[in-house]
């Protein structure tokens, strides 16, 4: 891994960046679910059910759904019957999952305090592996994909949902000026976080174009990779299978 790694626009020493990471995630947690409606004016659920549509879970399916945080992936994927294990590493978030998982009556999850980087799951264990705005958080993300490969069974599908670099002509601006200006204001506003907010948006700066990213899934093993951009590539769809 290289000497330094992004942390919004800034270049920090990996360790700094999980540390950093960290924060963001355990500040925002209590907030995170009304600050994801209050950002994508209720879109993020839409994109998380189409995303579900391509994972097509089904009945008795092992899935790992990575950097799960307070639940959305995974409660949809219950639904069809699966076996989720949601798996992150923030306990503030995972401890909203759960709390919302009782209310709700998901009571056959399974909640994992993990590292994506260095999973203790042994090889082979899942049918699909799911991570949805979870991977540019990640500190070593071929590390990460290293371990998706490793923990799926052979004929594993693996799916990742993301913000990427939307192509639609004049959208681009208006969309930077909305997430550089008003984004940082509401995460001051609803969560009383400015600074976290910001890190969220420039994150998404500095994360892999598609093709770029799609290279880092073929490199950590899978095949026939495919990617779906959703609004001309503000979020992406990205799978891959490992065979
Ligand atoms: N998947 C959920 C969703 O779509 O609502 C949560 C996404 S949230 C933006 C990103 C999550 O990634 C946080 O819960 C954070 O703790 C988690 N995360 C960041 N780095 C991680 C790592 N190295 N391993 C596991 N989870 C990580």
Redesign the pocket.
Same mark, same amino acid.
């Given at each position: 891994m290289t000497d330094t790694v992004s942390f919004g626009y800034e270049d920090v020493a990996p360790d700094e960046k999980?540390r950093r990471? %960290?924060g963001v995630?355990s500040s925002v947690a209590s907030r995170?679910d009304l600050m994801?409606d209050a950002m994508s004016g209720g879109m993020?659920r839409l994109w998380?059910d189409r995303f579900v549509r391509r994972v097509k879970p089904r009945d008795g399916e092992a899935i790992l *759904?990575? &950097?799960? %945080?307070?639940? *959305?992936?995974a409660f949809r994927l219950a639904e069809s019957g699966a076996a989720v294990t949601v798996? *992150?590493? @923030?306990p503030e978030?995972l401890a909203v999952g759960m709390e919302r998982s009782r209310k709700r009556g998901f009571e056959a999850l399974i909640w994992s305090d993990? @590292? &994506?980087?260095t999973l203790s799951f042994a090889d082979r264990s899942f049918d699909a592996y799911t991570? &949805?705005? %979870?991977i540019r @958080?990640?500190?070593d993300i071929p590390a &990460?994909l290293g371990e998706a490969h490793r923990v799926l069974k052979r004929g594993g599908r693996f799916f990742c949902?993301e913000f990427s670099t939307t192509q639609w002509p004049g959208f681009a601006e208006v969309y930077d000026a909305y997430s550089h200006r008003l984004v940082p204001q509401l995460g001051r506003l609803l969560a009383g976080d400015a600074d976290s907010y910001r890190y969220?948006i420039e994150s998404i700066r500095r994360f892999p174009d598609m093709p770029a990213f799609e290279a880092m899934i073929r490199d950590a093993g899978f095949l026939r990779t495919a990617v779906e951009p959703i609004a001309g590539g503000l979020v992406a769809i990205h799978s891959g299978w490992k065979i």
């Open positions: 999980t990471v %960290g995630f995170y994801n993020h998380k *759904d990575m &950097a799960g %945080g307070t639940g *959305d992936i798996a *992150d590493i @923030n978030m993990q @590292n &994506a980087e991570i &949805a705005f %979870g @958080n990640v500190t &990460a949902l969220l």
